[in-house]
């Protein structure tokens, strides 16, 4: 099944303790194209401007992504800088400049109306309606958001809501929005604003998987180096969608298993900046890590 | 096979959100042991004061706990009282009275010298030593610390972990000992600190157990609501200590399974104030949470 996916696409400049990357491919539908790509093809809705790198389009066309949906505007392309501390919790933004960002106005080509799976990466909220209504008949609509977005533009988020099979959160997130601190409480509160399943991405600590009242309880893979965080989460989902759009089945069972291809793209995204390490990727990697997710969490012959 | 602790022997007075208990039984070694006591006869070393109520010496006798070697000596048992903030991540600490624990020197009946399984719970790394130097032949050492001792007898606490098999620590105490934030960095430079394996227990977030090269990665038990905290850590060490002492069997995937008996007792534990919830537990309490830990993370057939 094909994959759209509506969100990102910037230059990013990033410090991490463990060096810095200037002007490099960045924004959440960048990072959750390059994941997903492995798994189910992409179509990308997005702008950029006029001085975006030859170079980056021909990445994104390299893994096969349809760019038909990405807009290209007079203007500078959507910038984002920022820096990491030590426990690389949260990222300390040091610039933002949303330029043809600002005035998108995401229209769908003929040929992207009928994707049957949709991603609403992290945009504003009433972008992420927009999308999806241009839509005909998503069988599977997947959210994520940003604090930001929950600072500013709450019950447009929580509208967005409504219309999600899957909300993908972080844990800052999913505290903010079910105002509580307990994440199992959050996630639960989370369950009755709309989705069908909600997932909290808890970094080191891996992740849960709401459905019903059935809870997973996903590992995070065990790297003692984090090179760079930025689009973990967006790379994350990439895995998440990508194997549902693979398989086509979206079985309790088959979600858990895409918690588990999200940690593995999302475990791969932080061992270089921007995506370097995802375009390094092979499927023998992505199985591999796969299978010692199983290793990690086994406890019984 | 019989476990020997040595530890607190306290009353407690404690505050969170859920409610306040006041002159409860606590201590490391109380949760220890009624935690433990559903798998294998424990002896304790311990003491406390003259005004130590004979209900709690009952509730312990109750348990099958083997009190020998628990002195009482003229004076006021340890006494500590504390509360808890919304995260429960951390007590904060109203009083500390040590009492006779002050001038606590652990003389082992002849009775105890030959235990083969040896839990050194959060006292002094000093008399932890001294405990284990009266034990003939141990054929299993854990120890646990605290921050206390961490901040305060560093060389000690390491002196122990020369001894141990396998060192029980939380989150914060393994940064603090392993000197980094990573916690995954962390277990691998405490397992070259002398233990054959470390356990690193993340409260809401599970627990990591590194043997070697191997990492397991359990889970938490899902509780939204804590009622108290205290004694979790232990209650934990008294599950883990538990199989293993019950099993005799000390493979990896023993130990992981102790792991995930130390999180059941663990999770039982916060759901009553003291040691209440641990004595109203059932064997099929004990066996049907265990059994939900795999369906926690099971994510194949």
Redesign the interface.
């Known amino acids: 099944m094909d994959i759209l996916v509506v969100g990102s696409v910037g230059i990013d400049t990033i410090t991490t303790p463990h060096g810095k990357a200037e002007g490099v491919l960045g924004g959440s539908a960048s990072h959750f194209s390059c994941a997903a790509s492995f798994f189910a093809p992409v179509k990308l809705v997005g702008v950029v401007g006029t001085d975006f790198p030859g170079e980056y389009i021909d990445v994104l066309k390299a893994r096969g992504v349809d760019l038909e949906g990405l807009q290209v505007c007079p203007g500078e392309t959507f910038r984002w800088s920022g820096d990491y501390t030590?426990?690389y919790n949260k990222a300390h933004t040091l610039e933002t400049r949303l330029n043809v960002f600002a005035t998108f106005n995401p229209i769908l080509p003929e040929s992207y109306r009928d994707a049957k799976i949709v991603f609403l990466a992290n945009i504003d909220p009433e972008l992420q309606t927009q999308v999806l209504a241009q839509v005909r008949s998503p069988s599977l609509v997947v959210g994520d958001t940003m604090n930001y977005w929950i600072e500013t533009k709450r019950e447009s988020v929580f509208d967005v809501f409504k219309r999600l099979d899957v909300a993908l959160v972080n844990d800052q997130e999913a505290r903010d929005l079910a105002e509580t601190?307990?994440?199992?409480?959050a996630g639960?509160i989370l369950l009755k604003k709309g989705p069908k399943q909600v997932v909290i991405k808890?970094g080191?600590?891996?992740a849960?998987l709401f459905q019903g009242d059935?809870?997973?309880?996903?590992?995070?893979y065990?790297?003692?180096?984090?090179t760079d965080p930025t689009g973990a989460g967006d790379s994350f989902a990439g895995g998440f969608v990508g194997h549902l759009a693979r398989t086509g089945e979206f079985s309790p069972?088959s979600l858990?298993?895409a918690?588990?291809h999200g940690s593995v793209m999302g475990s791969l995204n932080v061992e270089d900046f921007s995506v370097r390490r995802i375009l390094r990727a092979t499927d023998g990697d992505i199985r591999d890590r796969y299978k010692s997710?199983?290793?990690?969490?086994?406890?019984?012959?």
Chains 1, 2 share one sequence.
Do not use: C, M, N
């Not at 065990?222 to 984090?226: E, F």
């Not at 997710?293 to 012959?301: A, C, G, I, K, Y």
């Open positions: 030590v426990d601190y307990s994440l199992i409480d639960r808890k080191e600590h891996g849960l059935e809870l997973f309880f996903a590992p995070a065990p790297y003692g180096t984090v069972l858990r298993q918690v588990i997710f199983q290793d990690l969490v086994r406890f019984w012959r």
